[in-house]
Each structure stands twice: as C-alpha cells, then as structure tokens.
C-alpha cells in the first residue's frame, strides 16, 4: 500500500518508538510520587518540554502537554466560549475542533471568509478592517495550513494584524509542523500541535499558551501542567512526540529537501492538470506534501476505493468527516459547487514519500480516470 | 528499587508492551480514512469496545474512549456542573478529579461526609437519607475504592439506593479495576477508568456512560467515540489498555490469588499494628494492595526517603497532591488529627508484588523506626 493520507495521520516513526519503549521501560512511574527515582521521570519530562518549546521558540511554562490537538482546542476554545458577551473569529476553514469548541458555549462566533477558488487563504487587510470593526473579538483563531487543501495562511501578517489590534491570535499548527519550519508561527499567541501528525504516537499533543490568552485551563483534577491541565503526565507518549519533532525537523529545516519534495509535487500536479483535473485552494501557497484533487468525473468514494484496489491510501478530505453525506466545509467555503466539491480526493504524501510514489499515482489516476470514462459513456446511471 | 506505588502508576505490563507494539505497526493508520486498510483499523477498535464492554457487562456504545479517568471524570461532571439550578452530590474521599470538575461549573456541590476513622466509607443509609432530603441531586458520585486508603465502598448497596432514588450513580473505578472483579460495578450508570493503572500505558481511559447519565459530550471537534468525544482515536494505545485489563482481570478472578495476597497484606499489617503504626481506612473492606500507615513518629518526607535509601518506593497519599504542603483531604474527611496525617505514607503493591517483598517492606520499616526514635530521643529538633 503507497499511503497518500498522511494528513489523516502518519506512521509511528522509528525513533518515537524507540523512544516510547524506553521511556515506558526506563522512566514510567509517576512524576508527581516523592521519592527520587520518580523525579527522574519529573526531570525527563521537564527537558521533554524544555526541547518541545525549543522546537516552538516559546518559554517550557507556556507548553501544556495535552492528548492531541482536539483537547488542546478545546482548553482553548472551551475557556473562551464560556464567556459571555464576547465574539470570537474563526476562519472559515478551521478544522471542526476550533470550530465546534469555538461554539459550544454562549460567546458569539463570527466567520471569516477565505479568499475564494483557487485561494482558499484568509486575507490579512480583511482580517485587519474586522478588527477595527465592533465587536471587536476576544480571540482570532486562523490555521496555520489546511488539513484538506494543504492552503498556508500568511501567518506573519495575520500575526501582526492581531497584534496591532491587541487581539490574541491561536493558530492551528496541526499539518504545519513537521512540514515547514516553524518561522513566523513563533508570533501567534497560541499553538496547537498533534503528534501523530508527524511521526508520534496517537494520544499525544500539546497546546503553547501565550501570555495574550490569559489564564486557561483544561480539565480538572491535579495539579499538572502548572495546574492547567490535570491527569497523570504521559511521559512516554510525550518523549516519543519530541523524538518524532526531533525527526521530522532534521527533513523539514533541509531547504534542499523540501525543494525537491515540492518539485514532486508539482510535477504530479502537472500531469493531474493535463488530464482536466482540478485543484482546490492556493497555487502560490500550499503545504509540498497535500493536493486536494477535483477530478473530472467520478464520485470520491468511486475514486478512493479504484486508487485502493490499485494499492494507494487517499482520502475524500478531512478523516474527521469521513462518513458524512455532506460535501466538504473547506471546500463549500472556497465557493467549490457542491457537484464538484463531492468528487474531490485528498492526497497527502509523507516524508518517505518518494517521486516514483508521485509518478505511481499519478499512472493510476490516468488509468482510473480512462476506466471511468468508458464505464460512464455508453449509460448515465452511474455505477459504483 | 521494590515499587509500592502501584496506586499512583503501575509498569506496563508485556501483554500491553506486545499490544500497542503490534497495533502501532499494524494498525496505525486512521479508523476514521475511508479506504479498506483504514477500516480494519475501525474494526479492530470497535473488537476492543467490545471487548472493553464485556469486562464491564456493559453495551459497546455505552464505552466511551478517553485519555484517562481524569478527562472522564471532567467529561461526565464537567456536563453536569454547567446545569444552573443542579445540585451534585459527591462522597468526601472522591478524587480531586472528581471534586474539581463538580466544582467546575455553576451547580451546586453537596459533599456526603464518610464514616470517621476507621473506616472511611460512605453509609447507604445516610445517603438514602440525604437522597429523601431537597435539593434532590442531579448526580451521585462515589468511587468504587480510595486512592489513599484503599478502602472499599459497599457500591452494591449505594447503586441500589440511588436507583430507587432514581438518580444516576457515577463511580470513579480508577483504583478497583485490575484489583477485583467487576461486581456490584455493573449497577452504577457511570464508570471510570485509567490504562495506567493496571498495567495498561499511560494517555489512555474509558468512561462507561450509561443511559441514565444523559446524552454527554467531551471534546468538539470530530464524529469519534460516537459524537461524544472529538480526536483521533488512539487506538495502539486503547489495544494495550486492553490487553492490560484482560491480563490483570486473570489474575484477579482467580479467588485464591486473591485470597493469598490479602493474607500478606495482613501479616505485615500485623506486624507494623505491633510496632505501634496506625492504619487509615476501613478493617473490614480494603484493596488487598493498598495500606495508608500511620506512623508514631516522623514527618511522612523523611520516611518516603529513609524507605528510598533502602530501595522501597512508597508515597505520601495521592501522587496528584505531592508537593502540596496541606494534609490529604481523605484523612481530614475521615477525622485523622493533621499531626497524624503529616506522617502518613501510602504503600500499595501489585500483582507481582510478592510476600517477600511485604516482609522486606516490614523489615525497613521497623530498622527505620529504630533509627528515627534514637536520633530524635536527645533532642526535640526535627531533622530531615
């Protein structure tokens, strides 16, 4: 199987779980217990976070470790949609976690489009005239690269205009990290990251709280993560999350690397357009690793399980909402018609991922795409 | 090192190791991607609900995955303590998890006292009572066993009465899964449990959310768990969870295992009762592995260490309080002056822990002892 869905998530990669097994052999009692083998674990976990805020240019204090991304937005989005009379703005590609936590309280939430096909990228002048705006919002929440369309956001100018208007700014940094060098997501006020997005274990995440977002907490029940988050620490999962970062960062600060892997990229999307498919989101910014494919024909689950059958792994947009009838939120917000919103495929390559892979999958599309044209001809009823 | 801290974190287990192992290299890919690789992952993940529901006589749909008991608890209580006009009732021994996230919201929190040293229990008849008395509570929390004390509740009677009371029943069964059979837990509508600590990996838990419990979400943000809790399901490490539980679940079905490592418990409880140590707790219904001591002289730090240089790990009550100058809530709930509660140690074994081991433990203890009314016979000054 050539896995193109590493958005979805991404094989455990080999020094995470070298680094869980130790760490789960060496150093799993409970760093919270008194005597002086658990502090050995107490002082693992703090260089665990010493390292990860590293990675992220921030101070350790402002790391808390969490189960994932979806917690992490939820502490965050959770907090300040129990606050009345406040508005928070979201983009309106976030993935459903910042949406759906944005909106589980009583604090209004407001939209804010993104440029429309083939863009998909919040704008940082139309960010900046509904800052000066009434009301003005407590929170900006805009991600850093989209899950489904691999679009990145300017998020050094959407930064500065949520500074200027003394907005504190969240960014999702989900399919960022491990992809890109961090750069100028070091000036958001907060991050979200996920470890199984790049290389580590499932269960794993971690939020950066910035100073701007005040005084947040998660769930209740001890004093861990400077009482912001209680639950015995995952010490294992966390050292095998910082090992996977350690990693991936080797990869993704190589400039040389990630030419050549957007090159792949862009000789793959190259032929795709040859063959009359389409592209969702930006042409000027995307991630070097997603494609969101809007075939000329062709239901997705018909193109998921052809490319399948042919030994490839791409999904039909976010996994989060696998399964549900509806055409996609990213691509309903890129103004995308539904009937081609309904045909789309999301390709998500890897670190490992080579250009034959590429080259492979490209082969495949050409050959579904041949098959489905003759099938579709002679009838219109359409066959799955 | 000989580990007496089990009720604070247990090693994993080889059953556990071997699961999340074998599940991260087989099964890693996102139950929730379309393609057919994916849905064997969804398969295998709906084999260990079920699996999970078994050991707990319940239905698959009630388990819902979580990264441990502190995230349930926030999840069922944390629901209820948003109800305005809700009163909740919890046990006075209830975990910190428990107790904040009742405490989190804007209901009420009633706190149902416990029977005084010895014994710590809550008595069905006075909450029958209390459940006669207005405001009649929403909820009724009370654990299965204490963290600190390893004392037992009578959680047949108490699940009878709040049946007939018609208010649902959530018990926190962190510390009584893995150590007995199921039992009367089969009647509370509520369940919680850690991986962590039977053996399982630590960022792993369940709640069992019956029926009567409402319809309750945690974290937004995706379809997982059954609209009920967003992420990624992890499911390397709720296979080893698994695992662990039906390992551990041998060995505490097995009457006479059980019945041998109460009578070593009992022989080093015999033999530090003889050197004047107080015991914490219920005498007539404990876990089998756990024993709050309370010594006649020695602040509780100087024990831990002077138990450490002799290669004993034991801890100073919850490992979630450690580091808090205040006693432990649990004694004071049970009446212990806070001069005695500041000796406190806790001592909880494991399955592998064997009767050696207790011996060893009692040997430390008595040398210790010893030691600590010579240095401080002469002089009144406390050294540490």
């Given at each position: 199987m050539v896995y193109f869905d590493h958005n979805a998530t991404t094989p455990l990669c080999a020094e995470a779980r070298e680094a869980w097994l130790k760490a789960s052999e060496e150093?799993?009692?409970?760093?919270?217990?008194?005597?002086p083998a658990a502090s050995r674990v107490r002082h693992a976990l703090d260089a665990a976070r010493e390292e990860l805020a590293g990675h992220l240019d921030?101070?350790?204090?402002e790391i808390v470790f969490t189960s994932g991304a979806t917690e992490a937005a939820n502490l965050v989005l959770g907090h300040f949609a129990r606050q009345r009379e406040q508005t928070l703005l979201i983009g309106a590609t976030e993935h459903p976690c910042i949406r759906e936590s944005a909106q589980s309280g009583v604090a209004k939430v407001d939209i804010l489009p993104v440029q429309p096909q083939p863009d998909g990228r919040i704008a940082p002048l139309k960010l900046a005239e509904r800052l000066r705006a009434?009301?003005?919002?407590?929170l900006v929440a805009i991600m850093?690269?989209?899950?489904?369309?691999?679009t990145e956001n300017d998020v050094e100018a959407i930064a500065r205009v949520c500074r200027e208007a003394q907005v504190p700014f969240l960014c999702d940094a989900v399919q960022w990290i491990g992809k890109r060098p961090l750069g100028a997501l070091r000036h958001a006020d907060g991050l979200l990251g996920s470890a199984h997005k790049f290389g580590g274990p499932k269960g794993v995440g971690f939020a950066r709280l910035g100073?701007?977002?005040?005084d947040l907490r998660g769930a209740?029940?001890?004093?861990q993560e400077g009482g912001r988050r209680g639950g015995t620490e995952n010490y294992p999962g966390i050292a095998a999350m910082v090992a996977a970062l350690r990693s991936a960062q080797a990869t993704v600060e190589d400039a040389q690397a990630i030419a050549t892997r957007e090159a792949w990229r862009s000789r793959f999307l190259e032929r795709v357009r040859g063959l009359g498919f389409g592209v969702a989101g930006s042409e000027a910014a995307?991630?070097?690793?997603?494609v969101l494919l809007l075939p000329p024909l062709g239901e997705r689950m018909r193109w998921v399980m052809r490319l399948a059958k042919r030994g490839f792994a791409v999904s039909t947009g976010s996994a989060c909402s696998t399964?549900?009838?509806?055409?996609s939120a990213v691509l309903q917000a890129l103004g995308i018609p539904d009937a081609t919103a309904r045909r789309a495929i999301r390709i998500s390559s890897g670190r490992e991922s080579s250009e034959s892979d590429w080259q492979a999958l490209a082969d495949a599309i050409e050959c579904i795409l041949a098959d489905l044209s003759a099938e579709d001809a002679p009838a219109t009823v359409v066959r799955i």
């Amino acid at each position: 199987m050539v896995y193109f869905d590493h958005n979805a998530t991404t094989p455990l990669c080999a020094e995470a779980r070298e680094a869980w097994l130790k760490a789960s052999e060496e150093a799993w009692m409970n760093p919270s217990s008194p005597y002086p083998a658990a502090s050995r674990v107490r002082h693992a976990l703090d260089a665990a976070r010493e390292e990860l805020a590293g990675h992220l240019d921030a101070r350790p204090e402002e790391i808390v470790f969490t189960s994932g991304a979806t917690e992490a937005a939820n502490l965050v989005l959770g907090h300040f949609a129990r606050q009345r009379e406040q508005t928070l703005l979201i983009g309106a590609t976030e993935h459903p976690c910042i949406r759906e936590s944005a909106q589980s309280g009583v604090a209004k939430v407001d939209i804010l489009p993104v440029q429309p096909q083939p863009d998909g990228r919040i704008a940082p002048l139309k960010l900046a005239e509904r800052l000066r705006a009434k009301p003005r919002p407590a929170l900006v929440a805009i991600m850093a690269a989209n899950n489904e369309t691999g679009t990145e956001n300017d998020v050094e100018a959407i930064a500065r205009v949520c500074r200027e208007a003394q907005v504190p700014f969240l960014c999702d940094a989900v399919q960022w990290i491990g992809k890109r060098p961090l750069g100028a997501l070091r000036h958001a006020d907060g991050l979200l990251g996920s470890a199984h997005k790049f290389g580590g274990p499932k269960g794993v995440g971690f939020a950066r709280l910035g100073a701007a977002l005040g005084d947040l907490r998660g769930a209740r029940g001890g004093q861990q993560e400077g009482g912001r988050r209680g639950g015995t620490e995952n010490y294992p999962g966390i050292a095998a999350m910082v090992a996977a970062l350690r990693s991936a960062q080797a990869t993704v600060e190589d400039a040389q690397a990630i030419a050549t892997r957007e090159a792949w990229r862009s000789r793959f999307l190259e032929r795709v357009r040859g063959l009359g498919f389409g592209v969702a989101g930006s042409e000027a910014a995307n991630l070097w690793n997603t494609v969101l494919l809007l075939p000329p024909l062709g239901e997705r689950m018909r193109w998921v399980m052809r490319l399948a059958k042919r030994g490839f792994a791409v999904s039909t947009g976010s996994a989060c909402s696998t399964g549900r009838e509806s055409a996609s939120a990213v691509l309903q917000a890129l103004g995308i018609p539904d009937a081609t919103a309904r045909r789309a495929i999301r390709i998500s390559s890897g670190r490992e991922s080579s250009e034959s892979d590429w080259q492979a999958l490209a082969d495949a599309i050409e050959c579904i795409l041949a098959d489905l044209s003759a099938e579709d001809a002679p009838a219109t009823v359409v066959r799955i």
